[in-house]
């Protein structure tokens, strides 16, 4: 990797932090973005859908599509007065930078666009498209962004053969994982109801936490599935509960209990809502439920691209990369629906949403390289 490309990529990922792009606010990030894409020939859409900036970019018109998808809005850096530095004046300090989105996701986006540029300059004719999908609310409730874009693509019949989502997902090094699919998401508010009474009169109220004990920990302690060899078993966590009035004499007249399933491949949204059902009826309860599914899981099972980012991994960082679908859930979720082959791959994750968030400054063009070498493994054949 040439100097030049160090300061190309580390240049761009510093501009793209200074831009104070919080959720939908892209700041500007897109308007960089798009300049340099245009300058490479891309042919540019931007599409924003209520307060959010999105934008869908492609060079070519033939197949197979290669695409990188990601997010330049970040989440809100906490107390300034914590960093050692402005959370958005990105400053190098001990080999790393610093700054909000370092990690998280601009720097992925910044080697992207070099690695595009290094690809089209040594390979200005190839088979194949390149494709940019990006958004400014995939740190939010995520309903402008990614999914109102891959809906529009699909109404058209447009669709990838390969997706790149630049998430962070390395664990201890640059390269050691690789993010193939990820659990669903299936939240629940549960209101359990009884008679809310004077705490020395029981037999005049029913409380609810009291019915409603044995129900939940059978839902704790159910099995909903054993995985399988890309994906952990389904999971149930129950995040918050609540019941009374504050006092110390008064039996609650409801329970308010939210909680939560990763579920894998093995298990379905329907399916686990009925087991859910179930339980509480046989319990007896009088209740209500609402259900919130923020993605259902995917998977891409190893094939032409997860090989190809491995031998990249391995040629560039000389790491073995694993392939894990751990983790929370991504705008992966929405795009496999038109994406044949998804991965995600990015830098290390350890620092992502907290004070300090940083990357190694060697990661920098490193992910630039790897990058640059999946588009050539890829749409030219090259091994």
């Known amino acids: 990797m040439t100097n030049a490309a160090d300061t190309q990529t580390l240049a761009l990922a510093k501009q793209l932090i200074a831009k104070k792009s919080i959720t939908p606010d892209d700041a ?15 042919t540019i859409e931007k599409m924003r859908f209520g307060s959010t900036d999105n934008f869908y970019a492609r060079l070519g018109s033939a197949n197979p599509v ?3 998808a990601g997010h330049t809005d970040v989440v809100p850096s906490g107390p300034a007065e914590q960093w ?4 958005f004046e990105p400053t190098e300090r001990g080999g790393k930078l610093f700054g909000r989105g370092a990690a998280d996701m601009k720097s992925s986006i910044a080697a992207f666009i070099t690695a595009c540029e290094r690809f089209l300059a040594a390979q200005p004719h190839f088979s194949g498209s390149l ?23 699909r109404r058209r019949g447009e669709t990838l053969d390969y997706c790149i989502v630049g998430e962070p997902t390395a664990v201890n090094v640059l390269g050691d994982t690789i993010k193939n699919g990820r659990r669903g998401s299936l939240s629940g508010h549960l209101i359990v109801k009884g008679k809310q009474g004077h705490i020395a009169y029981p037999h005049l109220a029913v409380n609810p936490i009291h019915t409603a004990a044995a129900a939940l ?10 995985g399988n060899d890309y994906f952990p078993p389904t999971g149930f966590q129950i995040s918050n509960i609540h019941a ?17 399933f990763r579920f894998s491949t093995e298990s379905t949204d329907s399916g686990l809502k009925q087991r859910v059902h179930d339980v509480l009826d046989q319990h ?24 190809a980012a491995q031998a990249a991994i391995a040629e560039v960082c000389g ?57 050539r493994r890829v749409l030219l054949n090259q091994s």
């Open 28 to 42: 500007g990030c897109q308007d960089l973005l798009i300049e340099r894409l245009a300058a490479m020939g891309f």
């Open 217 to 226: 920990a059978e839902l704790v302690n159910t099995h909903w599935d054993a």
């Open 66 to 68: 290669l695409c990188f």
């Open 244 to 260: 009374g009035t504050g006092a110390t004499n008064v039996i609650p007249g409801e329970l308010s209990v939210q909680f939560n």
């Open 84 to 87: 050692i530095s402005p959370p």
């Open 131 to 153: 494709a940019l999908l990006i958004t400014s609310d995939e740190e939010g409730d995520a309903l402008d962004g990614t999914v109102k874009v891959v809906d529009a693509l």
């Open 319 to 375: 790491v073995q990369a694993a392939l894990s679908t751990s983790g929370g859930t991504s705008d992966g979720r929405f795009i496999k629906a038109i994406a044949r082959e998804l991965i995600e791959l990015g830098p290390v994750n350890e620092s992502i949403h907290q004070i300090d968030e940083h990357i190694d400054l060697a990661a920098l063009p490193a992910l630039s390289a790897v990058y640059e070498n999946m588009m």
């Open 284 to 307: 007896g309860l009088v209740y209500d439920l609402d259900w919130t599914l923020s993605g259902l899981p995917f998977l891409t099972v190893a094939g032409t691209l997860t090989a």
